[in-house]
């Protein structure tokens, strides 16, 4: 599931490398073919030069990538971490896939489909010749196994599952021809249903398949096969001769897991890595020099992701919106963007991920005390007993901010905050959880506020349902609570609306109503900054990102070689 | 009648001389005295750390009135008030803290500078004083440091000396128990303890007196066992003393010197065990400071802060070497065998 | 020799349930459910709410987390006689199999850093003792005391920061147990490769243990030395060589056999910072990041094996020392 997933990811910048998407590049070799910028200007700008004219592509050598963490397991169906995402997309395939170069839907596993003008039902025509890597045709059975696995109760897929609420039935007229069945229309069924990974039935269908062995194996019909997993070390995939379509270049790709940032750094430099995505701090000092650019491409992009810090509507502190507004005020976002972030990102504005669907009239909200205090003192939140705390009706103005261990940038923006709340009179106690604590806390609503991050791989079309719509309060990713009647309504038209332009008109006033409501404290947009090896071509970079499939190494700067074999 | 029980019942008169006795073979050991005087330093710090370090001055005389250690007490007008860019007036005088810098003021523009004039030991990552930050980490680590070992002491003298001193059942449950929590490794079983808890400096205590116990509980049991047959106290048995009284009025000031030694290198390993709890993201919960916590944001700015390294370092490395010494001083000087 | 031999083992089994309830009951206090992390993500359809309270108690069942605490401290004593934890919640591989997947790679690092620390105290210890107070004796200590305080975790930095790459030395590899590639190595070569990848963390393990162990050899060499024995030994005419090394040591070494027992646990503990900062997947690793993510029959693998592990190891130094020093006698 990959385009209209709105994912909750921990607010920790810069270390996702799952935003590695693709490929993309710019000249090498002996003379660089663009300038190398200068230290002092360096970093702000996102760096994604056009590749310049880099000859033919020709087949060969391997891609070394890290992971900063090993996923638990490749089951695309069952697996929720973002790592096993970008194993899973190479090794299986889906029926049709949104192009990340012009986000239009392109045949693969299905040859064509045709959606029933009432957009109940979708009809996928599969293509004959495309095969799973051990042999074994692709079939539409194995499109209604997966499907039945998914919506299986007893399936570990709880997250994927609540997509298909809709999607009553699949039938299989015959061994090509998928046709699915929804009993509600919505403008994203197309990618829900085109856009799951096919699991082979004849190997997954047999054994348990929440625990099945070939999670550790993964076989399907994609570009990749997956060779190894040497667990704790690294996954090896290779390129599938056998794939139906275009192949790619590059002739294994290997996920070296390294946890430690420092040490993933060393191993960069030592070029037993060609890849790596790294922080800002690193960005700053360590890219910016010479002998590293020397070494390596480096490309800087904005992603589909932003970062905010949400209030939970139902504790008393953060019910009135004058509040929130006023501890929006209070937090320094420039100056926190400037110097812990050096300035790597953009203030995030509107609750979309594309420039295209983001109401551009709302302007982000300064850096205001004094207004901020103003805005308590109407709320009622004043310092009657002179502790140096507000208070209301008796109970004082304190409350936890839940952090996630692991990342510098959002320890060191919550103590500045808390600092400058201190001034204002609110006392804020800031308490590190682990990733599985702190899910379980924004899952329970047992939390007064928190950061966070949404994304959407897809870029474009998200839907605000899941996080916005006050049936998801309880149970969705409506976390804090938010509830207002007007937004419901809109939210549950643009569902049904087939109209993009339509649509973002209706979401433009959907978040006028958000940002006076203030329920995030909005924070950045980031960039992701990524080093690679000077040796690879074709480093362009998409609104996703990098596709790494995409690369290629001109034959004199193979470094590794296939062992042996054919005269690949 | 209880007057003359208790003379008979009077443990051999060698405590006062003792001590006495080994402090000088104590003084002779430089090192451990070396070690003494850090500790020392060590205390004073941490005590006298408002005095040290801080935005609140010692005194001051302004528009007229005079305020008396606003660093300890906050008098509310003064609440938000910035010394920080404040210089006297005519008139007007202000006693500073020699770091007039807060442990928690940060200061983004001034991030990871480093040491000069206005910051001695340089800034971390938000700006903060390090120097104020360490002088203020020095509580932190000595109150866990003897809280922890406090706790220990207590599990373990209680635990050690019932096993000593009866034997038979309860020595073999207590031993059993002994063995069980030895055989975790300890700093797992903490940071197993620690993850699961809120993060609290008192949870820290707890937990490391938790499972730090079982050194003085062997030590105190083997003195038990030994004192046991002891003249005196088979004297105190006779003459019907409580069971208690016998244990802790008689047997135990005897039997403590080996548990002392423990308790000494205990202060040592719980400093160390708590700077490495903050080092994972386990410690104190911020801002508090703690040199731990330096260290851990450290690794981030290895190659460009060294004195974010080097310093937060040096000071568990000196404090743990301090402890040791003093450790290994005491041991020495109460060996008989090593009397010179 | 044999009564105590099977006392011993008898009195392991009190341990031991002693053991298993600690790491039972310590784990099942802990907040954190790991069924909220698979729903993390669950966004609703139109009809979310009972829909995902349903997947929420399947998804419980299917972890086992539904049963009363005592039903399941039982069910788990059974299975642990099985040696049977479960299975970790992360990837539902079964914990042994994790374990026995990592705990080679942890005791292969062990076991050289125990020979190493006895390698270097043993002579340290007998130099100390001999030379008593010597300026050498006094050097040594220090630097041992010095050693024996440096926080490991700092100087995992600092070594990474000096002989790791970057900016300095690049002398030593910072990630992982062999290079990249290294599986097509002739024997030797990967050997090498090897062993190259662990100086590190082989160092930051063992200088902790060289202080203590040192500390006790000299001790026990100390207190051999002003022995009778030693002394007839001297008189008959055997060079102080001799009488040192082929005499005294043998009967200085048994108590330091006995804290074969104890440095196990220690360098467990190590390894849990060291593995993780080397990026080392061992045990130590492995725990780490089990307890980050709240597995809990992981983490209850791991520290019931490692304090089986001591365990054996105190049984083991036991009877090592029965065996090797007559004098004792066993009750």
Same mark, same amino acid.
């Given at each position: ?83 096993? $995402? ?227 509507? $139902? ?254 | 009648? *209880? ?134 980490? *020095? ?202 | ?18 053991? !298993? ?99 270097? !105290? ?47 030395? !690049? ?161």
């Amino acid at each position: 599931m990959k385009t209209r997933t709105l994912v909750g990811i921990g607010l920790i910048v810069g270390l996702s490398s799952w935003l590695l998407w693709g490929c993309g590049e710019s000249g090498s070799a002996p003379k660089p073919a663009e300038p190398l910028p200068v230290a002092s200007q360096f970093g702000q700008e996102p760096v994604n030069p056009e590749p310049v004219d880099e000859g033919t592509p020709v087949d060969g050598d391997w891609c070394i990538m890290r992971l900063p963490d090993e996923p638990p397991h490749l089951n695309p169906v069952t697996s929720s971490d973002a790592y096993a $995402r970008e194993i899973t997309d190479l090794v299986f395939d889906t029926l049709i896939y949104r192009s990340h170069v012009n986000f239009e839907f392109e045949p693969r596993l299905a040859e064509s489909w045709e959606i029933s003008p009432d957009h109940l039902t979708y009809t996928f025509h599969m293509r004959k010749d495309a095969t799973f890597s051990d042999g074994v045709p692709v079939t539409a059975q194995d499109v209604k196994f997966t499907y039945d696995k998914i919506k299986d109760p007893m399936t570990d897929a709880a997250h994927i599952r609540n997509y298909f609420i809709d999607v009553v039935s699949c039938e299989v007229p015959d061994d090509y021809t998928v046709k699915f069945t929804c009993d509600k229309p919505y403008f994203q069924h197309l990618s829900v249903l085109g856009e799951f990974e096919i699991m082979p039935r004849h190997i997954y269908g047999k054994g348990e398949f929440n625990k099945h062995p070939n999670n550790r194996m993964p076989i399907g019909s994609g570009r990749y096969v997956f060779e190894r997993w040497d667990t704790g070390s690294q996954m090896t995939l290779a390129r599938n001769e056998n794939y139906w379509g275009e192949k790619p270049h590059l002739k294994k790709m290997v996920y070296k897991i390294i946890t430690d940032n420092n040490a993933a750094l060393q191993v960069l430099e030592r070029q037993e890595l060609d890849v790596m995505v790294v922080t800002p701090e690193i960005w700053i000092n360590r890219a910016s020099k010479p002998d590293f650019q020397a070494k390596f491409n480096l490309r800087s992009y904005y992603t589909p992701r932003f970062g905010f810090i949400m209030w939970n509507e $139902r504790r008393p502190q953060f019910a009135d919106k004058r509040v929130r507004k006023a501890m929006t005020l209070l937090l320094d976002r420039p100056l926190i963007l400037e110097t812990i972030f050096h300035g790597l990102g953009r203030e995030a504005i509107g609750m979309f991920f594309d420039e295209s669907e983001n109401n551009m009239a709302l302007k982000p909200l300064p850096f205001d005390p004094e207004q901020a205090k103003q805005l308590l003192d109407e709320a009622g939140w004043t310092d009657s007993d002179n502790d140096g705390i507000r208070d209301k009706d008796g109970v004082p103005f304190r409350f936890e901010l839940l952090t996630v261990t692991g990342s510098s940038e959002m320890d060191q923006f919550a103590t500045v905050y808390q600092e400058e709340l201190k001034r204002a009179g609110i006392d804020m106690q800031i308490r590190p959880l682990e990733w599985a604590t702190f899910s379980e806390r924004l899952d329970s609503r047992n939390f007064d506020a928190a950061p966070l991050a949404w994304s959407n791989p897809g870029v474009i079309d998200a839907d605000p349902y899941q996080i916005w719509h006050s049936s998801q309060a309880e149970k969705g990713s409506n976390f804090v609570g938010f509830s207002n009647p007007e937004v419901d309504k809109i939210i549950e038209q643009a569902r049904l609306e087939f109209d993009r332009a339509k649509r973002i008109q209706m979401y433009n006033r959907f978040q006028e109503i958000v940002y006076d409501e203030q329920p995030y404290t909005l924070m950045y947009n980031f960039q992701a900054l990524v080093a690679v090896d000077k040796r690879f071509r074709n480093l362009r970079v998409y609104k996703r990102g990098l596709v790494p499939r995409e690369w290629w190494v001109p034959l004199e700067l193979q470094k590794y070689h296939w062992p042996g074999k054919s005269s690949e | 009648m *209880t007057k003359h029980a208790n003379n008979i019942a009077q443990p051999p008169r060698r405590r006062q001389s003792w001590w006495a006795l080994v402090w000088r073979q104590f003084r002779r050991n430089r090192l451990a005295l070396a070690g003494l005087g850090l500790m020392l330093v060590l205390f004073f710090v941490a005590l006298a750390a408002p005095f040290l370090a801080g935005e609140r001055p010692i005194y001051v005389r302004m528009e007229g009135r005079a305020y008396w250690f606003p660093n300890l007490k906050t008098y509310p007008e003064l609440r938000y008030f910035d010394f920080a860019n404040w210089h006297p007036a005519q008139g007007e005088y202000i006693l500073r803290t020699p770091v007039p810098h807060a442990p928690e003021r940060s200061n983004l523009r001034d991030r990871l500078a480093p040491p000069s004039r206005m910051h001695l030991l340089g800034t971390d990552d938000r700006g903060r004083d390090v120097l104020s930050r360490m002088i203020w980490g *020095t509580r932190i680590s000595m109150s866990v440091g003897f809280v922890a070992v406090g706790i220990a002491l207590v599990i373990g003298i209680v635990l050690g000396s019932v096993a000593g001193f009866y034997g038979g059942l309860p020595d073999l449950i207590i031993q059993r128990i002994v063995e069980v929590v030895m055989c975790f490794p300890t700093f797992v079983l903490i940071l197993s303890l620690i993850a699961f808890l809120p993060p609290s400096i008192y949870n820290i205590m707890v937990v490391i007196g938790l499972v730090a116990w079982t050194d003085s509980a062997r030590l105190l049991r083997g003195e038990f066992l030994r004192l046991r047959e002891s003249d005196f106290a088979i004297a105190a048995r006779a003459s019907g003393l409580t069971d208690r009284r016998i244990m802790f009025r008689h047997l135990l000031p005897n039997g403590v010197s080996p548990v002392l030694v423990s308790a000494t290198f205990g202060v040592a390993s719980a400093i160390l065990t708590e700077s490495a709890l903050s080092f994972l993201g386990f410690g104190v919960p911020p801002p508090t400071p703690s040199w731990g916590e330096l260290l851990s944001q450290s690794q981030r700015y290895v190659d460009r802060a060294w004195w974010l390294v080097m310093f937060p370092g040096l000071a568990i490395f000196l404090t743990v070497t301090a402890f040791n010494l003093v450790g290994e001083g005491l041991r020495d000087a109460m060996d008989p065998r090593l009397r010179q | 020799m044999k009564a105590y031999l099977i006392r011993r083992l008898m009195l392991i089994v009190p341990t031991f349930l002693g053991i !298993s309830l600690i790491t039972f009951l310590v784990v099942q206090l802990a907040p954190g459910s790991p069924v909220y992390m698979k729903l993390r993500q669950a966004e609703g359809g139109m009809a979310a709410g009972a829909e995902s309270a349903q997947i929420i108690e399947q998804t419980k069942k299917l972890y086992g987390l539904d049963k009363p605490i005592h039903i399941r401290y039982v069910i788990w004593l059974g299975k642990l006689a099985r040696l049977d934890f479960g299975d970790s919640y992360k990837d539902q591989r079964p914990v042994i199999t994790k374990i026995k997947e990592t705990l080679p790679v942890t005791l292969q690092i062990e076991v050289i850093v125990i020979f190493l620390i006895y390698l270097i !105290s043993i002579p340290l210890g007998v130099y100390s003792a001999t030379h008593q107070y010597s300026l050498g004796d006094r050097v040594t200590t220090l630097i041992l005391f010095i050693l024996y305080s440096l926080p490991s975790f700092w100087v995992a930095m600092l070594l990474m920061l000096f002989f790791g790459g970057g900016r300095f030395l !690049s002398w030593f590899p910072v990630n992982g147990l062999n290079s990249f590639g290294a599986e097509n190595l002739a024997w030797g070569p990967w050997l090498l490769d090897r062993l190259w990848h662990l100086v590190l963390p082989v160092i930051c393990l063992t200088y902790g243990g060289l202080a203590g162990l040192s500390r006790y050899a000299r001790a026990g060499m100390m207190e051999v030395i002003r022995q009778d024995y030693i002394r007839t030994a001297r008189a008959y005419g055997f060079s102080e060589k001799t009488v040192i090394w082929k005499y005294a040591l043998r009967n200085s070494l048994i108590p330091i056999v006995t804290l074969l027992a104890t440095l196990l646990p220690a360098l467990i503990a190590g390894s849990f910072i060291i593995e993780s900062i080397f990026s080392i997947p061992g045990m130590g690793r492995l725990g780490f990041e089990a307890i980050l993510s709240r597995d809990y029959p992981l983490i209850m693998g791991i520290l019931s094996i490692s304090a089986f592990l001591t365990l054996l190891g105190l049984l083991l130094s036991d009877i090592l020392y029965a065996v090797v020093d007559p004098r004792i006698k066993l009750r």
